[in-house]
């Protein structure tokens, strides 16, 4: 399974997204909190999720993908 980090902006509605290989996991909750203890901006949600594709999350998550997504 591939982990996935969203930096998702609420307000704009804009969302940036990180990828993590399989097995990955550990390596995208520390950057998850890396982000979170950076932020300066409230309206910023930051997540990290576990899927088969980035397709799947799009899908079971699609709040997070109301504009295009910024993916890295």
Same mark, same amino acid.
């Given at each position: 399974?591939?982990?996935?980090?969203?930096?998702?902006?609420?307000?704009?509605?804009? *969302?940036? %997204?990180?990828?993590?290989? =399989?097995?990955?996991? $550990?390596?995208?909750? /520390?950057?998850?909190?890396?982000l979170e203890d950076a932020r300066v901006d409230p309206?910023?949600?930051?997540? *990290?999720? %576990?899927?088969?594709?980035? =397709?799947?999350?799009? $899908?079971?998550?699609? /709040?997070?993908?109301?504009?295009?997504?910024?993916?890295?």
């Amino acid at each position: 399974m591939t982990s996935f980090v969203i930096e998702y902006n609420r307000r704009t509605g804009e *969302s940036h %997204v990180t990828t993590f290989a =399989e097995g990955g996991n $550990r390596e995208a909750l /520390r950057h998850r909190l890396r982000l979170e203890d950076a932020r300066v901006d409230p309206d910023v949600e930051i997540v *990290s999720l %576990v899927s088969d594709s980035l =397709e799947t999350v799009r $899908r079971t998550h699609s /709040r997070y993908f109301r504009k295009s997504a910024a993916v890295a």
